[in-house]
């Protein structure tokens, strides 16, 4: 079986971010670090060359392949900052519903700038995403 792409590596998350060009970019995921990592209780890890991981957990899919991923994340992409949290879990649309200006897709939200969210709402998101993929994956 194919080993995942994305694994956690050593690769700063400093540097990282340091090399994010918009410096208002820039801030932006300096301080959505510091958001997940206080919401997460973990440390920020790279995941690949471009995902600020936190946490882990080991996903056994009923296909036989199993793997390990970080249990939310984000990434800066060119037009938007993508968070990745579970599509489903309790109060999930009611919080999406008081966010603010957001994009959603299966497993991803993308903001464009922390100022077009609600924070408080936001870092919920995040807690109720971890929860959830938890208890999934014990």
């Known amino acids: 079986m194919a080993e995942n792409k994305t694994q956690a590596t050593e690769a700063s998350v400093e540097d990282y971010l340091a090399a994010i060009e918009d410096g208002c970019r820039r801030k932006d995921c300096e301080d959505l670090s ?18 600020v991981g936190f946490g882990s957990y080991h996903y056994k899919y009923e296909s036989g392949r199993e793997g390990d991923s970080c249990l939310t994340g984000f990434s800066s ?19 999406l519903a008081k966010l603010g200006k957001h994009k959603t897709a299966k497993a991803c ?8 969210v609600d924070l408080k709402v936001l870092e919920q998101l995040i807690i109720g995403s971890v929860a ?7």
Do not use: V
């Open 109 to 116: 939200l993308y903001i464009r700038k922390l100022s077009d």
């Open 77 to 95: 992409r060119k037009g938007d900052i993508s968070i990745y949290i579970l599509a489903s879990f309790p109060d999930h649309d009611e919080l």
């Open 132 to 138: 959830e993929r938890k208890r999934r994956y014990p």
């Open 34 to 51: 510091k958001l997940i990592a206080k919401a997460t209780k973990h440390k920020p890890q790279m995941w690949g060359a471009s995902i």
